[in-house]
């Protein structure tokens, strides 16, 4: 591929790509596993290894839950929850960050995020009427559950 900027050259090894290079020979490798997910990517001194749990029967395929850097430092850790509805994909239920910040998540029975928690108190609220929402009302709310904002959206 060519641009005014330079070329990138693609290396795949079957249906993965294997590697990109720049036109001043700068390398980034990829690994997958047998599921076609990303467990490895270098370039330099950088590396970023994936990994994921494992859910044979799930269609959706495996979750991310952990990268880490070179150092076996851990930059993100995830965790999940089965899914409110039979044969529903897994839901995320928090996200932790290199520097600790933690996100959680809080779902209604249609599937759907209804809170998302941030660390210092403060939340994001969806809400709606019917399982086949219309609209929605997305709030706002500070740690001491002060609205901040309040947004309707409509379909």
């Known amino acids: 591929m060519e641009s005014e900027e330079g070329s990138l050259e693609f290396e795949f090894k079957g249906d993965f790509l294997y590697s990109v290079t720049d036109n001043a020979s700068n390398m980034a490798t990829f690994e997958q596993d047998r599921n076609g997910n990303l467990i490895q990517a270098r370039s330099g001194e950088l590396e970023r290894e994936y990994t994921y749990d494992e859910h044979e029967d799930r269609k959706t395929g495996s979750n991310l839950t952990s990268v880490t850097d070179e150092n076996g430092k851990l930059l993100l850790l ?13 839901q995320v239920a928090y996200i932790r960050t290199e520097d600790q910040t933690e996100k959680a998540f809080v779902y209604d029975p249609y599937d ?20 086949v929402a219309e609209s929605y009302t997305w709030t706002w709310y500070d740690a001491q559950g002060n609205i901040l904002r309040q947004e309707v959206t409509s379909d």
């Open 78 to 90: 995830a965790a999940y929850q089965p899914g409110i509805e039979v044969g529903s994909a897994c």
């Open 112 to 131: 759907g995020v209804h809170t998302c928690l941030d660390p210092d108190g403060s939340s994001l609220v969806l809400t709606y009427e019917t399982p």
